[in-house]
């Protein structure tokens, strides 16, 4: 599940229930030379946001133990310099003005389009890269 890189500071973790919609991301991020991590819930996140150096992470608005906000002030909490891509099926301006006042870095809708998901995955490592992404929560 994991692309290939030489690079650990550009590793991406994806948070989501599904396996499958985490795969299907993954694949789209493939030819991005990232290194793409999973977990399906916010203590899987929480436990390779603990141990990986992780330039962004995306993830699934509702988990089963919690949501993005969990995994924003958990990465705010503990200093993770990651920029946080909040995903949903309903990504509307609500959303989004919600996830860029509390400091994350964007929002995808799904179903997932390619060449956005690239865009906006490859200028949040830039970002992350440059500096530790700034948070407000």
């Known amino acids: 599940m994991n692309s290939m890189t030489t690079n650990v500071d550009e590793a991406v973790l994806l948070v989501f229930q599904s396996p499958q919609v985490g795969i299907a991301l993954s694949e789209l991020l493939d030819g991005a030379r990232l290194t793409v991590l999973h977990s399906q819930d916010c203590s899987q996140a929480f436990a390779r946001l603990a141990r990986s150096g992780i330039s962004v992470v995306i993830c699934e608005a509702a988990l089963t133990d919690g949501d993005w906000k969990d995994v924003l002030k958990y990465m ?3 200093g993770s310099p ?3 891509i909040v995903t949903s099926r309903i990504a509307d301006k609500s959303l989004w003005v919600e996830v860029l006042n509390l400091g994350g ?5 799904q179903p997932f389009d ?3 998901v ?3 995955v490859t200028s949040a490592v830039r970002a992350s890269s440059r500096e530790p992404w700034r948070r407000r929560a």
């Open 76 to 78: 705010v909490q503990t």
């Open 82 to 84: 990651s920029a946080l």
């Open 105 to 109: 870095y964007d929002v995808l809708a």
């Open 114 to 116: 390619r060449e956005e």
């Open 118 to 120: 690239t865009r906006v």
